[in-house]
């Protein structure tokens, strides 16, 4: 069973992920055409606020970063979870939470909306102990899960190769879709985020 492409939307999943400050409805005086009201249009810059960027690349992961104005912008490691066939079928966003809580770090993944979500998401890294997780909500885009990681599934991602999230199709209730989450990079990328925080 396949499910429909996700492509990359790593700009959308951010902007779901992080606050993104409000575009701004002026238009550039220079820009329009006072005679017959005509706008010749305006230029934007790359550093546009709220617009998304990559960081740093550590392995398979990529820290994706919101443009804020006179603010440190907000990281989250990021990956493009790919089918037995390759096909990009989910993402997941993974940030480094405050010392002291019961989650170590926090997850946004995004599947699509054909998933059954009574299903759930299950979590397997190396073949170890599998872990199921409910869906919160779905949006225009796909399904999301927002999951907490505690400390020791932290340090498992560490040590560890691949980890797996199976999903069962809606329209295959009898099957699973396996997606492959490469641990290359991890410790990295999240020690980066953690020493930004």
């Not at 804020?68 to 912008?73: M, N, R």
């Not at 998933?115 to 909500?137: H, I, M, N, S």
């Not at 560890?160 to 099957?175: E, I, K, M, R």
Request: contains cysteine.
């Amino acid at each position: 069973m396949q499910f429909s492409k996700l492509m990359p939307l790593s700009a959308g999943l951010a902007a779901l992920m992080l606050l993104a400050a409000p575009a701004s409805a002026q238009t550039d005086e220079a820009a329009e055409n006072p005679a017959l009201g005509l706008s010749t249009g305006e230029v934007l810059t790359p550093d546009a606020e709220g617009d998304s960027y990559v960081g740093a690349t550590h392995g398979d992961w990529e820290l994706v970063c919101v443009r804020v104005p006179d603010e440190a912008d907000p990281c989250q490691m990021y990956q493009l979870l790919r089918d037995a066939e390759g096909n990009a079928t989910a993402e997941i966003s993974i940030f480094p939470l405050p010392e002291g809580g019961e989650a170590a770090a926090g997850a946004t993944i995004l599947t699509p909306l054909e998933t059954l979500l009574t299903a759930q998401l299950v979590k397997q890294v190396d073949g170890g102990e599998a872990k199921r997780y409910p869906f919160t909500f779905c949006t225009a885009i796909g399904c999301i899960a927002r999951v907490g990681f505690t400390g020791a599934e932290v340090d498992a991602f560490r040590r560890g190769a691949n980890a797996t999230w199976s999903l069962v199709p809606v329209a295959a209730p009898d099957q699973r879709v396996d997606l492959n989450m490469s641990l290359m990079g991890f410790t990295a990328a999240f020690n980066e985020l953690s020493e930004a925080q």
